[in-house]
């Protein structure tokens, strides 16, 4: 069985501000690929970022980072000096196995509120 | 086009009625998946098409949920004899192979609301 738990429901922050949103995750499988998606208001979700479980190098996209922690089953997510355009809900998701299928598990999303 | 499309946007029924929703996916895309989201959740696994085969349809909440993709391009998702509790956006999903290493790339979705 597979689950992520992203436990803060709501976070709001004034623009330029470091905010962090955190993933926990539960699976058997050795081998796992993490994702984090964005949801802003229109309602598509778009694609982050994709985490190898066998690579834990953490990673830097601009003002996006991630840092996955496999002894703590952790794939947290920063945003530096967070703007407005940063307000979404953001999901944290897991799939299993290297072969084989396996379905996407999300979390129930934490929701970003950046202000002026 | 460019993104996975879905129509329509929004869809008001009737209880009791029956409803399609369409899935256009990324042109050359060999997965398709259906989730649905309720309000204040992630979404959740419905069903998986790799091209027109459906090979996982174990999120389906009852036999009135019925999704297809006969040529594997395009896919509906029809309900039955709506209720309630049906009320959610549907999302729809596609990625090019069939790892399980894949982005998926979602649409907009369809607003259902049932009355």
């Known amino acids: 069985a597979q689950k992520v738990t992203q436990a803060q429901t709501e976070i709001s922050v004034v623009e330029k501000e470091d905010v962090t949103l955190d993933c926990v995750y539960e699976t058997r499988d050795t081998t796992y690929y993490l994702f984090w998606y964005k949801q802003p208001p229109s309602g598509e979700l778009v694609f982050l970022i994709r985490r190898n479980s066998f690579d834990e190098q953490n990673e830097i996209s601009g003002r996006y980072s991630w840092n996955f922690q496999k002894s703590t089953s952790s794939f947290n997510f920063t945003i530096t000096a967070s703007q407005v355009v940063d307000s979404a809900v953001y999901f944290c998701a897991l799939r299993g196995g290297r072969s084989g299928y396996s379905t996407l598990t999300f979390g129930k999303g934490t929701m970003l509120l950046v202000s002026p | 086009g460019a993104g996975v499309s879905q129509s329509p946007r929004y869809k008001v029924a009737k209880r009791g009625q029956d409803v399609a929703l369409r899935c256009d996916p990324i042109s050359g895309h060999v997965s398709l998946f259906w989730y649905q989201q309720a309000l204040g959740q992630g979404p959740e696994f419905l069903t998986y098409?790799?091209?027109?085969?459906?090979?996982?349809k174990s999120g389906l909440p009852s036999d009135r949920f019925f999704a297809e993709r006969p040529e594997g391009s395009v896919s509906t998702l029809k309900i039955q004899r709506t209720q309630q509790e049906d009320s959610a956006v549907y999302l729809c999903?596609?990625?090019?192979?069939?790892?399980?290493?894949?982005?998926?790339?979602f649409g907009d979705g369809t607003r259902l609301s049932i009355l």
């Open positions: 098409f790799q091209n027109e085969a459906q090979l996982d």
């Open positions: 999903a596609s990625s090019l192979g069939q790892g399980n290493n894949q982005p998926q790339h």
